[in-house]
């Protein structure tokens, strides 16, 4: 248990439907992440969001849009999604200054499937 | 742009070896470097972290070294078990340009098979 929950686990949706990835952090800090994780492909940064700001959009397409409502939870919001967007969805968290040691705390995931 | 290969891709390896896993990186302005495991369909586990001013840090049976001028690391697995099947993931931590948050760049992973 790394302090970082999601929900839910495992999601199954039709391209045109909306749904939406809840990510919760009970560590007191302060910068949240999106990563994607495709099969034979390197982690992914999506999203970051740094004391509820957004300051990192990897050129993410618009049918995935974050939402950062304070500083313990973060959610991700999809709608009409393509196949290719399965994959196992991670959210991070890190206590930020400039003298931090900055380690990135993983929740357990969601696992997506689009058909 | 950093890149960031893990060598091997796989490997397979009886109990009881002593195993060692290697990650490089193209850009040694690096803040840290954290290696990490993660279980079939799971989230990732941190293992280690190594600050950008230290040389090692140690875990129980694991051992990781960071060499930044030649962009370098290992991750040093001794007395292996079945337990330590997994994917190992090496991932080096930077400052996004103009801002206060860090980014990691990940590998693609070694894939872990101990058996009995």
């Known amino acids: 248990e790394t302090g970082v929950t999601q929900t839910p686990r495992h999601l199954v949706m039709g391209m045109t439907n909306k749904k939406s990835l809840k990510c919760e952090q009970h560590?007191?800090?302060?910068?949240m992440y999106w990563y994607k994780q495709s099969a034979k492909k390197p982690l992914e940064l999506m999203f970051v969001y740094n004391f509820k700001e957004q300051t990192e959009n990897n050129s993410v397409p618009s049918r995935f849009s974050p939402e950062c409502p304070n500083s313990s939870h973060l959610f991700l919001h999809l709608h009409t999604l393509q196949p290719e967007d399965s994959a196992l969805y991670l959210c991070?968290?890190?206590?930020?200054?400039?003298?931090?040691?900055?380690?990135?705390?993983f929740g357990p995931g969601t696992r997506l499937t689009v058909t | 742009k950093q890149e960031v290969t893990q060598i091997p891709a796989a490997l397979s390896v009886p109990e009881g070896e002593n195993l060692v896993l290697n990650c490089s990186f193209t850009?040694?302005?690096?803040?840290?470097l954290q290696w990490f495991r993660q279980d079939p369909g799971k989230g990732l586990t941190s293992l280690l972290l190594i600050q950008s001013s230290q040389r090692e840090q140690t875990s129980g049976r694991l051992n990781a070294s960071l060499d930044k001028s030649s962009g370098r690391s290992t991750l040093y697995i001794a007395a292996s078990q079945p337990g330590d099947s997994a994917t190992y993931l090496c991932?080096?931590?930077?400052?996004?340009?103009?801002?206060?948050?860090?980014?990691?760049?990940f590998g693609q992973g070694t894939i872990l098979t101990v058996h009995p």
């Open positions: 991070a968290s890190s206590l930020h200054g400039l003298l931090d040691p900055y380690e990135q705390y």
């Open positions: 991932a080096v931590g930077f400052w996004a340009g103009g801002t206060s948050y860090g980014k990691l760049t």
């Open positions: 560590l007191g800090h302060n910068a």
């Open positions: 850009d040694s302005a690096i803040y840290n």
